[in-house]
């Protein structure tokens, strides 16, 4: 296939993929309260209201906690997995990994109805932190991704070289392998981050409406009619989504992170 055709193709699909996002951008300036599109007027009023209304303003700060601790927790339970698949090439060890891709590879309503039954059994259903423990499990797969590649990439004549001058296990993990894969950390942060910021299942089941995140938020306004408030939370979530894997192309191996191969590893 020529140049010409494939940019088309490509063209095509990304105005498929943009113009939803652009009817909603259109909405959420609408002048009026109506989700209309093309908007009456222009107004940035509902982004102020995310702000200034004390129950939209909550519903932030709750998506923003939750997702900054569950992704936090998620590195945890991912780091010392794919440190252990990594110091250890046994078969063996391939069946941690799995267990870690688990919760992600289900489907999000089976994964929260099982987040459900536990947290119940347990009495411990509604309260806030359960939905801190459940998103970073949930998502643990994202940082235990981009660490497995992490460990892959290290080079392995580097530990060998400190391991012959002396290093203990503890010294080569603290000046060897944490610097290398300190950007592949930052980039499992983000990603299990910008997921549980826009996550709705699994919040919903195990809290319900006894912590509001934004996604609940708007799940509960639909129910008093629709404004245009709702359309700027959607674009706040696409531009901090935007805007934290544009750091990470920036100053990360964005494609490499994604599962590219480099040429060094072929």
Same mark, same amino acid.
């Given at each position: 296939?020529?140049?010409?055709?494939?940019?088309?193709v490509?063209?095509?699909?990304?105005?498929?993929?943009?113009?939803?996002?652009?009817?909603?951008?259109?909405?959420?300036v609408?002048?009026?309260?109506?989700? /209309?599109?093309?908007?009456?007027?222009?107004?940035?009023?509902?982004?102020?209201?995310?702000?200034t209304?004390g129950?939209?303003?909550?519903?932030?700060?709750?998506?923003?906690?939750?997702a900054a601790?569950?992704?936090i927790?998620?590195?945890?339970?991912?780091?010392?997995?794919?440190?252990?698949? !990594?110091?250890?090439?046994?078969p063996?060890?391939?069946?941690?990994?799995?267990?870690?891709?688990?919760?992600?590879?289900?489907?999000?309503?089976i /994964?929260?109805?099982?987040?459900?039954?536990?947290?119940?059994e347990?009495?411990?259903?509604g309260?806030? !932190?359960?939905?801190v423990v459940?998103?970073?499990?949930?998502?643990?797969?994202?940082?235990?991704?981009t660490l @497995?590649?992490?460990?892959?990439?290290?080079?392995?004549?580097?530990?060998?070289?400190? @391991?012959?001058?002396?290093a203990?296990?503890?010294?080569?993990?603290?000046?060897?392998?944490?610097p290398?894969?300190?950007?592949?950390?930052?980039?499992?942060?983000?990603?299990?981050?910008?997921?549980?910021?826009?996550?709705?299942?699994?919040?919903?089941?195990?809290?319900?409406f006894?912590l509001? /995140?934004?996604?609940?938020?708007?799940?509960?306004?639909?129910?008093?009619?629709?404004?245009? @408030?709702?359309?700027?939370? @959607?674009?706040l979530?696409?531009a901090?989504?935007?805007?934290?894997?544009?750091?990470?192309a920036?100053?990360?191996?964005?494609?490499?992170l994604?599962?590219? !191969?480099?040429?060094?590893?072929?």
């Open positions: 296939m020529s140049a010409w055709p494939t940019r088309l490509f063209a095509l699909f990304g105005l498929v993929l943009a113009a939803p996002l652009a009817v909603v951008a259109g909405v959420s609408n002048e009026k309260k109506s989700l /209309t599109f093309p908007p009456e007027g222009f107004s940035l009023g509902w982004f102020g209201q995310i702000f209304d129950e939209w303003f909550h519903a932030l700060l709750a998506s923003l906690g939750v601790l569950s992704s927790l998620a590195v945890l339970i991912a780091l010392p997995i794919a440190w252990f698949l !990594w110091r250890w090439h046994a063996f060890a391939r069946i941690v990994q799995v267990l870690g891709l688990a919760p992600f590879i289900l489907p999000p309503v /994964t929260a109805l099982g987040f459900l039954a536990f947290w119940s347990l009495g411990l259903y309260q806030p !932190w359960t939905v459940s998103h970073g499990i949930f998502f643990v797969t994202l940082p235990l991704v @497995t590649l992490g460990f892959d990439a290290i080079d392995p004549t580097l530990v060998e070289a400190a @391991t012959t001058m002396g203990d296990d503890r010294a080569v993990l603290r000046t060897i392998v944490f290398l894969i300190r950007p592949y950390i930052v980039s499992g942060l983000a990603f299990a981050f910008v997921l549980s910021l826009n996550e709705y299942i699994v919040a919903y089941m195990v809290v319900g006894t509001e /995140t934004l996604p609940i938020k708007i799940f509960n306004a639909l129910r008093y009619g629709y404004t245009p @408030t709702m359309a700027a939370v @959607t674009v979530f696409v901090v989504a935007a805007l934290v894997f544009g750091l990470i920036r100053f990360g191996d964005l494609p490499r994604l599962g590219a !191969w480099s040429h060094r590893d072929e």
